[in-house]
T-cell receptor
Framework: DTEVTQTPKHLVMGMTNKKSLKCEQH?????MYWYKQKAKKPPELMFV???????INESVPSRFSPECPNSSLLNLHLHALQPEDSALYLC????????????FGPGTRLTVT | GQQVMQIPQYQHVQEGEDFTTYCNSS?????IQWYKQRPGGHPVFLIQ?????EVKKQKRLTFQFGEAKKNSSLHITATQTTDVGTYFC???????FGTGTRLTVIP
C-alpha cells in the first residue's frame, strides 16, 4: 500500500469555524509533512513530523495547529482562518525525514469565506 | 533565504518535440528531487539525484545534477500528451520546492 489518504477532499469554512484536516498512511513511514499550495504556485512546507515529534515549523501562524497522534496519522487543526488561507493543503510522508522520496496525498481543497 | 528558481515558467510544445526545464539554487543542495504534478493532481515523485554531475535516465526522461550541486535539469525526449503537467525540483536540505515549469503538449 503506497497510498496517502486525506479527508475531507473539499472544505468550506467560515472565519470563526474550527475544523480539522486528516491524513493517514500505512507504509510505515516515520516522517510526515503538511504543505500549503496556492494556485499555480509550488507547495510550501508548513510542518514536518519525524518519529511523531514536530521537527520543523516554518513560521506558520498559530491558527494552524498540527497534531501527530501516532505514526500513521497526521492532523491539521484550523481555527479563525482568513480568506487568504484558502488553498490546497497537501499531506506527504516519507521513510525518514528529508532524504527519501515523499508520497503525497490528493490534498484537501480549503475555501475560507 | 534559499531560493530555487526554475526556467522556463511555462513551455508549450508540439507533441514529439523535446522539452527541458532548468532548476537553479542560490545555495548548494545536498540532494535534489524532481516531482510531476498533473493538472488537478498532487505531486508525484520522479527521481532523486545525490552525486555531483550525476545523470539518470527514465525512459524518455533524463535528469542531471550540476557539478557544483546548485543546478539541475530535466529533459524529455519526444514529448507525449501524457507528459502534460508541472515539473518541480526540490532540494532536500529544507524541502524547498522550485517555482515549477508548466508543460503543455499540443497534439
Amino acid at each position: 500500500d503506497t497510498e496517502v489518504t486525506q479527508t475531507p477532499k473539499h472544505l468550506v469554512m467560515g472565519m470563526t469555524n474550527k475544523k480539522s484536516l486528516k491524513c493517514e498512511q500505512h507504509m510505515g513511514h516515520r516522517a510526515m509533512y503538511w504543505y500549503k499550495q496556492k494556485a499555480k504556485k509550488p507547495p510550501e512546507l508548513m510542518f514536518v513530523y519525524s518519529y511523531e515529534k514536530l521537527s520543523i515549523n516554518e513560521s506558520v501562524p498559530s491558527r494552524f495547529s498540527p497534531e501527530c497522534p501516532n505514526s500513521s496519522l497526521l492532523n491539521l487543526h484550523l481555527h479563525a482562518l482568513q480568506p487568504e488561507d484558502s488553498a490546497l493543503y497537501l499531506c506527504a510522508s516519507s521513510q525518514e525525514r528529508a532524504v527519501y522520496e515523499q508520497y503525497f496525498g490528493p490534498g484537501t481543497r480549503l475555501t475560507v469565506t | 533565504g534559499q531560493q530555487v528558481m526554475q526556467i522556463p515558467q511555462y513551455q508549450h510544445v508540439q507533441e514529439g518535440e523535446d522539452f527541458t526545464t532548468y532548476c537553479n539554487s542560490s545555495t548548494t543542495l545536498s540532494n535534489i528531487q524532481w516531482y510531476k504534478q498533473r493538472p488537478g493532481g498532487h505531486p508525484v515523485f520522479l527521481i532523486q539525484l545525490v552525486k555531483s554531475g550525476e545523470v539518470k535516465k527514465q525512459k524518455r526522461l533524463t535528469f542531471q545534477f550540476g557539478e557544483a550541486k546548485k543546478n539541475s535539469s530535466l529533459h524529455i525526449t519526444a514529448t507525449q500528451t501524457t507528459d502534460v503537467g508541472t515539473y518541480f525540483c526540490a532540494g532536500t536540505n529544507n524541502l524547498f520546492f522550485g517555482t515549477g515549469t508548466r508543460l503543455t503538449v499540443i497534439p
